[in-house]
């Protein structure tokens, strides 16, 4: 069997950005998988554990008998694997640029993001949001150089950047709900506001990215529990 021919699988939670990254990179490719939900606030499955005993966590990918962990690394498999509709920038130094704005989107700009909602006093959630605000327009100029008038980052189609940022959306829309500021906005990130409404109305994209009040809730009830911890 060939090995574009494996049964595909995911590991994840509907809610999880990083799974998002996985199923839509799957879209984009047009291959099959079957959805594995996880229960994570119930335990984490055998399956999980066994898939991912390092970090024991999600996502997966499961194909044939090989596992892939980490999102952004299951990307560029899943890019290597299924070559066609390719999702990394096949210029060395635009890859590069890619993968440059994906690890601070990872290690720095939506941590900053989780920080508003989980901010305890006014000054820490001013400073989340002066950093997420920070953010948000250095990914403006970088969608203008990326994308050279294009629609997506990935110019003419949905990106490797475009995959890392786009998963981040439905949390940056509840984000805004739940603080009643606007981050993303005409004035600051008009080509991203943009951009935000094209991927999300994507084919690759619109089945799986979550519904803003149904993610609301979740929210809040992942906000509870946090809360509810005892610390030490």
């Not at 069997?1 to 799974?19: C, H, I, Q, R, Y």
């Not at 508003?116 to 605000?133: F, S, T």
């Amino acid at each position: 069997m060939a090995k574009t021919d494996a049964e595909v699988k995911v590991l994840g939670t509907w809610a999880s950005p990083f799974v998002m990254r996985v199923r839509i990179a799957l879209n984009i490719k047009s291959v099959a998988y079957e959805f594995l939900q996880e229960r994570l606030w119930e335990g984490k499955s055998e399956l999980l554990l066994k898939s991912n005993p390092v970090h024991r966590k999600v996502p997966v990918l499961i194909h044939g008998d090989d596992t892939i962990c980490e999102s952004l690394i299951i990307v560029q498999y899943i890019d290597e694997v299924w070559p066609s509709a390719p999702i990394l920038p096949s210029d060395p130094h635009e890859r590069a640029t890619a993968r440059f704005w994906a690890a601070y989107l990872d290690e720095k700009w939506f941590p900053s993001l989780r920080a508003i909602g989980m901010a305890e006093g006014e000054d820490a959630r001013k400073a989340a949001i002066g950093q997420v605000e920070e953010g948000l327009m250095l990914l403006e100029e970088a969608f203008g150089k990326c994308s050279q008038g294009q629609a997506f980052f990935g110019k003419d189609q949905i990106g490797y950047l475009d995959i890392t940022f786009g998963c981040f959306l439905g949390w940056l829309r509840v984000t805004e709900k739940m603080s009643g500021i606007k981050l993303l906005n005409e004035i600051n990130s008009p080509a991203l506001l943009k951009w935000a409404d094209r991927f999300c109305n994507d084919a690759a994209v619109k089945d799986v990215m979550p519904e803003i009040e149904k993610l609301a809730e979740f929210a809040k009830m992942l906000r509870g529990r946090v809360r509810a911890t005892p610390k030490s």
